[in-house]
C-alpha cells in the first residue's frame, strides 16, 4: 500500500509537469530490475534520486545505459508522506 501511494505521488507529479507518464510494477532487486525496465522500454538514460544508495549502486553496476544522479533537495517532495492531491 505505501508502494502504491508513491507511486500515486510520482504520477501526479510528473503529470503535473505536463510529462508523459507510465506506471509499471516490478519485482525483484531493484538496481538490475530499473535496469532491464529501460532497456524494455527503450529509454535513452536512467535518472535517480542520489540518496538510493543500494538501488544506485545496482543501477550503476548492470547499466550500459548513462545514469544521472540527482541530488536531494531542501525542496523536494517526501513521496512516502506527500497525498497526490496536494503534489
Known amino acids: 500500500e505505501a508502494a502504491t501511494h508513491a507511486l500515486d505521488t510520482a504520477e501526479a507529479l510528473v503529470r503535473e509537469a505536463g510529462l508523459p507518464c507510465q506506471r509499471e510494477v516490478a519485482v525483484g532487486q531493484a538496481g538490475p530490475m530499473l535496469v532491464e525496465l529501460a532497456e524494455d522500454h527503450g529509454c535513452d538514460a536512467i535518472v535517480l534520486g542520489a540518496t ?3 538501488v544506485v549502486h545496482g543501477v550503476l553496476q548492470n547499466s550500459t545505459l548513462p545514469v544521472l544522479l540527482v541530488p536531494p533537495s ?9 497525498t497526490p492531491d496536494a503534489a
Open 52 to 54: 538510493q544508495g543500494p
Open 74 to 82: 531542501s525542496e523536494s517532495t517526501d513521496l512516502s508522506t506527500a
